[in-house]
């Protein structure tokens, strides 16, 4: 059984739009995480969150937002999307701590047209 | 910020052949893991190993924490190997990891 659900696995908008990417984790963490994969660039950091608080933004744009209604769900909203947006995003977890292991989920690939 | 390079960039092996996977970064690490990305995308977890030799199956990772490098050593590869391998470290901060860009590898049969 997956420990991190992503939903949904591929989703395609149109310019402009507004669409919430799901993710909740079973690990019994207390920190998560949204990862942003471009093509041909690295995995790159966007937020994280500990105890359902923000710990770190390193998005530059307000567009992005981060939703924790549960301290095992962190979704983002993305607003006014842009083409540009396409990518795959990651939802990871881990426990607190600086030595904590990381488990990512499977990944949302977002196509904006 | 902190920089994570990876080497080689990809890497061609037949089936049975070893491979070596080098990982170097800007700043002193406090955790760094190595990931597995299949050609599907999805993010699997190796080992984690921010200093010392960790095994885990058919992977080697050796961390020389003052020289900032790591490595990954694949021994006897599978087809099923064939994908891209990610090095990742924090910092002492704790709060995000920072990924190299990968190496892809091929395992042909």
């Known amino acids: 059984d997956p420990k991190i659900i992503q939903k949904p696995k591929y989703l395609v908008a149109v310019t402009g739009s507004e669409k919430i990417l799901i993710c909740e984790q079973y690990l019994g963490h207390n920190a998560m995480y949204w990862y942003r994969q471009s093509a041909k660039k690295p995995l790159e950091f966007m937020f994280s969150y500990s105890y359902q608080k923000l710990m770190d933004n390193q998005t530059a744009s307000s567009r992005f937002q981060p939703q924790s209604s549960k301290k095992n769900h962190l979704d983002l909203q993305i607003t006014a999307l842009k083409p540009d947006d396409s990518a795959t995003y990651f939802c990871a977890s881990s426990p607190t701590g600086a030595n904590s292991d990381y488990t990512f989920g499977s990944g949302t690939r977002l196509l904006v047209i | ?109």
């Not at chain 2, 993010?43 to 992977?59: A, E, F, I, Q, Y």
């Not at chain 2, 704790?94 to 091929?106: A, D, E, M």
Request: glycine share 10%; with cysteine.
């Open chain 2, 1 to 109: 910020g902190q920089q994570v390079q990876q080497s080689p960039a990809s890497l061609v092996l037949q089936e049975g052949e070893n491979a070596e996977l080098q990982c170097n970064f800007s700043s002193t690490a406090t955790q760094l893991q190595w990931f597995y990305q299949s050609p599907g995308g999805s993010l699997v977890s190796l080992l984690s190993n921010p200093s010392g030799t960790k095994h885990t199956g058919r992977l080697t990772s050796t961390t020389v924490t003052k020289e900032r490098r790591s490595s990954l050593h694949i021994s006897s590869s599978q087809t099923t190997d064939s994908g891209t391998y990610l090095c990742a470290i924090t910092d002492s901060a704790g709060n995000k990891l920072t990924f190299g860009i990968g190496t892809r590898v091929l395992v042909r049969p």
